[in-house]
Every structure is written in C-alpha cells, then in structure tokens.
C-alpha cells in the first residue's frame, strides 16, 4: 500500500513538472505581443498574481482605467484615444491603429451617393460598380448593362464617363489602354509619344521592343524609352489596393543600439506587463486546509510563471550576445557582412541544447541600428538548394544581386549568366536559375527589360 502511494506521488509530481516544463519551453517561444497576451490570460486565471503595466498603479485601478477610458471614447465618438489625454511618455501601446481597409465596392458607393442625386441614374452607377472586378475593370458591356438596367445606352455610357473621373483614377475602363489613358488625361500627359505608346504600342512595351516602337513612330530610342518610363508610372490596377490584408506590425524583441562605440542589447518590456506575488495571498495561515491547499497551488504556479518569464529574459540575452559576438562584421556591413553560423554553434557556447536556441529564437526580431531583422535569420541552411525557405544565405545572395544591378551599367545590364558568375567570384556557387528566381523576387526584370537607351 506504501509502495502504491509513494508510486503515485512520484507520477503525480513528475506529470506536474511535466506540465511545468512545457509552459516554460511554450513562453521561451513566445514573441513580446504573444507573451504579453499570455500573461494576461494567467492574471484573470489565477488571483495570486497582480499585474503591473509600469505605471505603478495597481492592475485593478489599470482596469478601471481602462474601463472608464472606453467609456469615454465611446461618449466622444473618436474611437479611439484622445487625443492628448495620456502623456508621451507615461505609456506606450502594443497595439497600432489599422489603416482603413475600405473595399473598392465600398468606396465608390460612398462617392456615387454623393455624385449622383438622381435616383435613376444612381442605380445605373451602382449597378456598373457590382460589376467591377477587383483591378477596378469593366466586366460587362455596356449594352447589358443598358438591359439589365431598363436604361438607354447613352443614359449608361453618361454614367460610365461620370464614374471614370471617380478615385481612384483609372477606375471603371474597359481595358488596360482606356485605363492608362484616363490617368494620363488627369494628369495632363496624354500627348505626343505617350498617347502613341498607350494606344498603339502597349504590347511592345511588354516586351522591351523599343526599337520597334521607335521605328514605327519615327523617332529616337531615347525618346520611346522617357516616353515608356513616364507611361510605367502610371497605374494598371487602379482597385488592386482596396479591400486587402490588414497590415501586420512587428514589435521588435530586441533593441540593439550604438553607444560609444559599443553595442548595447535591450530587451524590449515596454510591452510585458510585470507581474508579483499579490499581497493577500503571501500569508494563508489563517485559512482553512482545503483553502491553504489552493492557495500553494496559485502562489506555486504564479511564482513558476514569473520565473520562467525570467529564464526567458535571460535566455533570449544570452543567444543574442553571442550572436553579436559571432557577427561582428553584421553591425557594421549589414546582411552582406553575416557569416555561416548554426544554432548548434551557439548553443555549446552558452551551454544549452540546440532546440533551447531555435525556442529562443522563434517569433523573435531585433531592432539594429540599420534594420529590424528576424533572430533566424542569423543561422545558415543550404544556399544552393532550390527551395522556398528563406535564410540568412539567401538573403545574403539577395543583397549582393541587388547590388550589382544597382551597379551595373543600364545601356548594358547583367544577364542572369553574367550576375551568376559575378556571385562565384564573391564565392556564393548557385546556379543561373536560382539567380533568376531571386532576381525575379526582387522585382527586376531580365537584362533585355532593364536596358535602357
């Protein structure tokens, strides 16, 4: 019977530490936004921590605070902070306003509303705008329209010019020319080599074939290209910007600063609440046992959270340190100063095991005096395997085709095959397809686009 319960004490401890463990490995993977929301939760779930925002004020008056601040905004119509209401520096928000993410549908309405009192030729509009497709086009002919709209097809081709002087410009042609033309006409440069260009030559633009339009036009490559260049300019999916992702926002976990020649790490807490032991449940002699019981389970698990929050402080410094000191030429050169590195490397210099540095670096960006940069970054995979996943290797190829394009010669640009060789001779050996594919994610077009003339 001894035996069994000793048995069962021995499992019930090592399931709790068990349990342990595995919150102090999830909270060393956590970023700053994510730790900050988890301590959060286990402040609501457990009232032996408090919580304080750095203010000094207790986590209750924090909440009312808050509380009566909603209440406020809410009476004031601003839907947000006022304007004014805190300090600059008494506190500093994790959260950032979302830009407004308007849909295409929904801003034209707003402006159809507006621009057209007649109620017959409001439907008219609105029906044309349900029929945009998400670059801002035309869909349907206008005769169906007419239809499906009991109108004349004047009385829709009035609303259709009306609806193209509409924002954003472009909006509601039929095609790619009608588009290109109705920016240009706004802006007053639809004349010349640039109204030829968008009515005649768009195809050959799309190819480079400056040539071929300067023949065809009788005039200059020169003239063909500054004519082309300012017709790029212009937008060729005038609705493509509405309606998408909210943006995301990075909250660096790390600040990495210049100071008298030497570098500083700062753990950015400015987001992470601080937590401590509540006052009331320090001393529990006057409770029941069935009470006291509970109350060592909270104060056990809120002193095991602020401890593991701790380790994770520590731990994050640590990595980060002999990162720096492993990367020196990265503080001053950038990505293209970085040198090969694995975790493995870090980990027998700060004596942990490799998986503790990949937790400590998951979901974790530092700030440098030149960038924000991804932990991961920093750690080497293969640069010449042909796959998707995004290294420090491959960032640092990146950067040095970048430079080289930026450097080259426009009457004469790099090809691939020259840009590939030119890689070799920095010593990065990877193939003029993989070239291709990053100059191609980079946002340049071949060498024969990006002559120039």
């Given at each position: 019977?001894?035996?069994?319960?000793?048995?069962?004490?021995?499992?019930?401890?090592?399931?709790?530490?068990?349990?342990?463990?595995?919150?102090?490995?999830?909270?060393?993977?956590?970023?700053?936004?994510?730790?900050?929301?988890?301590?959060?939760?286990?402040?609501?779930?457990?009232?032996?921590?408090?919580?304080?925002?750095?203010?000094?004020?207790?986590?209750?008056?924090?909440?009312?605070?808050?509380?009566?601040?909603?209440?406020?905004?809410?009476?004031?119509?601003?839907?947000?902070?006022?304007?004014?209401?805190?300090?600059?520096?008494?506190?500093?928000?994790?959260?950032?306003?979302?830009?407004?993410?308007?849909?295409?549908?929904?801003?034209?309405?707003?402006?159809?509303?507006?621009?057209f009192p007649d109620s017959f030729e409001r439907?008219?509009?609105?029906?044309?705008?349900?029929?945009?497709?998400?670059n801002g086009y035309l869909t349907l002919p206008?005769?169906?329209?007419?239809?499906?709209?009991?109108?004349?097809?004047?009385?829709?081709?009035?609303?259709?010019?009306?609806?193209?002087?509409?924002?954003?410009?472009?909006?509601?042609?039929?095609?790619?020319?009608?588009?290109?033309?109705?920016?240009?006409?706004?802006?007053?440069?639809?004349?010349?080599?640039?109204?030829?260009?968008?009515?005649?030559?768009?195809?050959?633009?799309?190819?480079?074939?400056?040539?071929?339009?300067?023949?065809?036009?009788?005039?200059?490559?020169?003239?063909?290209?500054?004519?082309?260049?300012?017709?790029?300019?212009?937008?060729?999916?005038?609705?493509?910007?509405?309606?998408?992702?909210?943006?995301?926002?990075?909250?660096?976990?790390?600040?990495?600063?210049?100071?008298?020649?030497?570098?500083?790490?700062?753990?950015?807490?400015?987001?992470?609440?601080?937590?401590?032991?509540?006052?009331?449940?320090?001393?529990?002699?006057?409770?029941?046992?069935?009470?006291?019981?509970?109350?060592?389970?909270?104060?056990?698990?809120?002193?095991?959270?602020?401890?593991?929050?701790?380790?994770?402080?520590?731990?994050?410094?640590?990595?980060?340190?002999?990162?720096?000191?492993?990367?020196?030429?990265?503080?001053?050169?950038?990505?293209?100063?970085?040198?090969?590195?694995?975790?493995?490397?870090?980990?027998?210099?700060?004596?942990?095991?490799?998986?503790?540095?990949?937790?400590?670096?998951?979901?974790?960006?530092?700030?440098?005096?030149?960038?924000v940069m991804a932990l991961r970054k920093f750690?080497?995979?293969?640069?010449?395997?042909?796959?998707?996943?995004?290294?420090?290797?491959?960032?640092?190829?990146?950067?040095?085709?970048?430079?080289?394009?930026?450097?080259?010669?426009?009457?004469?640009?790099?090809?691939?095959?020259?840009?590939?060789?030119?890689?070799?001779?920095?010593?990065?050996?990877?193939?003029?397809?993989?070239?291709?594919?990053?100059?191609?994610?980079?946002?340049?077009?071949?060498?024969?686009?990006?002559?120039?003339?």
């Amino acid at each position: 019977m001894q035996a069994e319960q000793s048995l069962n004490l021995n499992l019930s401890q090592h399931l709790a530490m068990t349990v342990k463990l595995q919150q102090a490995i999830r909270i060393l993977q956590l970023s700053a936004q994510d730790l900050r929301s988890e301590i959060e939760k286990e402040y609501l779930e457990n009232p032996a921590l408090e919580i304080d925002y750095g203010d000094g004020a207790p986590a209750e008056e924090n909440l009312l605070q808050a509380e009566h601040m909603s209440r406020l905004v809410d009476y004031l119509g601003e839907g947000g902070r006022a304007s004014g209401y805190y300090g600059e520096d008494s506190e500093q928000s994790l959260e950032v306003a979302e830009p407004v993410a308007m849909t295409l549908e929904e801003e034209l309405i707003d402006q159809v509303n507006f621009a057209f009192p007649d109620s017959f030729e409001r439907a008219i509009a609105v029906f044309i705008v349900g029929s945009l497709d998400h670059n801002g086009y035309l869909t349907l002919p206008l005769a169906e329209i007419a239809r499906a709209t009991a109108a004349e097809l004047p009385a829709v081709e009035a609303v259709l010019r009306q609806l193209q002087e509409f924002e954003p410009a472009g909006v509601a042609a039929r095609d790619l020319p009608e588009c290109l033309r109705i920016q240009a006409k706004r802006q007053g440069i639809y004349q010349g080599l640039v109204a030829s260009v968008i009515d005649h030559h768009l195809d050959e633009v799309a190819d480079a074939q400056i040539k071929k339009i300067a023949a065809a036009e009788q005039c200059r490559a020169q003239d063909v290209q500054a004519a082309v260049d300012i017709v790029r300019r212009l937008d060729p999916k005038p609705g493509a910007a509405y309606g998408g992702e909210k943006a995301s926002f990075i909250t660096p976990d790390v600040v990495v600063q210049e100071v008298d020649g030497a570098y500083r790490i700062t753990l950015n807490d400015n987001y992470i609440p601080q937590l401590r032991i509540s006052a009331a449940y320090q001393h529990a002699e006057s409770f029941d046992a069935e009470t006291r019981k509970y109350i060592t389970q909270r104060l056990n698990a809120a002193a095991w959270l602020i401890n593991s929050i701790e380790q994770r402080r520590t731990t994050i410094r640590q990595v980060v340190e002999e990162i720096l000191n492993r990367q020196p030429d990265f503080l001053v050169q950038g990505i293209k100063g970085l040198h090969p590195m694995t975790m493995k490397d870090v980990a027998d210099a700060i004596g942990v095991h490799e998986s503790t540095v990949s937790r400590a670096v998951a979901n974790k960006y530092a700030q440098f005096p030149h960038g924000v940069m991804a932990l991961r970054k920093f750690f080497t995979a293969n640069l010449a395997k042909d796959s998707g996943e995004e290294d420090f290797a491959a960032a640092q190829a990146k950067e040095a085709i970048t430079e080289l394009i930026k450097g080259e010669d426009p009457h004469k640009p790099l090809s691939d095959q020259k840009l590939c060789e030119l890689l070799k001779a920095r010593k990065m050996d990877i193939s003029r397809r993989t070239v291709m594919k990053y100059r191609e994610q980079l946002g340049y077009l071949s060498s024969v686009k990006r002559k120039r003339y």
